[in-house]
T-cell receptor, first 114, second 113 residues
Framework: DAGVTQSPTHLIKTRGQQVTLRCSPK?????VSWYQQALGQGPQFIFQ???????QRGNFPDRFSGHQFPNYSSELNVNALLLGDSALYLC?????????????FGPGTRLTVL | QKEVEQNSGPLSVPEGAIASLNCTYS??????FFWYRQYSGKSPELIMS????GDKEDGRFTAQLNKASQYVSLLIRDSQPSDSATYLC?????????????FGAGTRLFVKA
């Protein structure tokens, strides 16, 4: 039973560029949430997707957008990258449309913006 | 005021002792409470979930919830060096058919052999 997977593992970009991060949820899970974790901080909630729609959103600017596909996988897009976007980006999945709110995290994507 | 607050530590305990980790939260509408363990460079790993007032035990771990005081705690009995990690408190609130998770900044725990 595959857990949550994310790609790529590491990524280096320069300011102003755009980036796309990918996530495949745990088998049987249909809800995907994205988090940003800066060094020494707890994860910050970006948004949550279910049935290909954004259902909840944290305090992140519109430069952060997402998408969920019919197979429940998801992408996080960040436009006009800033140095402050450097962080570990985590994807978490949960089952039952979010009715069960226990989440399982993927290994993360480490984004460095130069 | 931060929504979920934890003492950043580090908390240092000797091997075999009880480690006590604490967390307070500000949203009285919060419904679900979680403790995650995060090793350096790794992603968070779920340890415990608790939904109602009182204690919940799972092996060496006990979570305690007091909604009136808006307080969650985690006790680790017989602490082992492998328990050395950052412990994240997380609180869920519901809306629009989904849920939103707020994490604390984490408490670093060191267990000395």
């Amino acid at each position: 039973d595959a857990g949550v997977t994310q790609s790529p593992t590491h990524l280096i970009k320069t300011r102003g560029q755009q980036v796309t991060l990918r996530c495949s949820p745990k088998s049987g899970h249909d809800t995907v949430s994205w988090y940003q974790q800066a060094l020494g901080q707890g994860p910050q909630f970006i948004f949550q997707y279910y049935e290909e729609e954004e259902r909840q959103r944290g305090n992140f600017p519109d430069r952060f957008s997402g998408h969920q596909f019919p197979n429940y996988s998801s992408e996080l897009n960040v436009n006009a990258l800033l140095l402050g976007d450097s962080a570990l980006y985590l994807c978490a999945s949960s089952p039952s449309g979010g009715a069960v709110d226990t989440q399982y995290f993927g290994p993360g994507t480490r984004l460095t913006v130069l | 005021q931060k929504e979920v607050e934890q003492n950043s530590g580090p908390l240092s305990v000797p091997e075999g002792a009880i480690a006590s980790l604490n967390c307070t939260y500000s949203d009285r509408g919060s419904q679900s409470f979680f403790w995650y363990r995060q090793y350096s460079g790794k992603s968070p790993e779920l340890i415990m979930s608790i939904y109602s007032n009182g204690d919940k035990e799972d092996g060496r771990f006990t979570a305690q919830l007091n909604k009136a005081s808006q307080y969650v705690s985690l006790l680790i009995r017989d602490s082992q060096p492998s328990d050395s990690a950052t412990y994240l408190c997380a609180v869920n609130s519901r809306g629009n058919g989904g849920f939103k998770t707020i994490f604390g900044a984490g408490t670093r725990l060191f267990v000395k052999a």
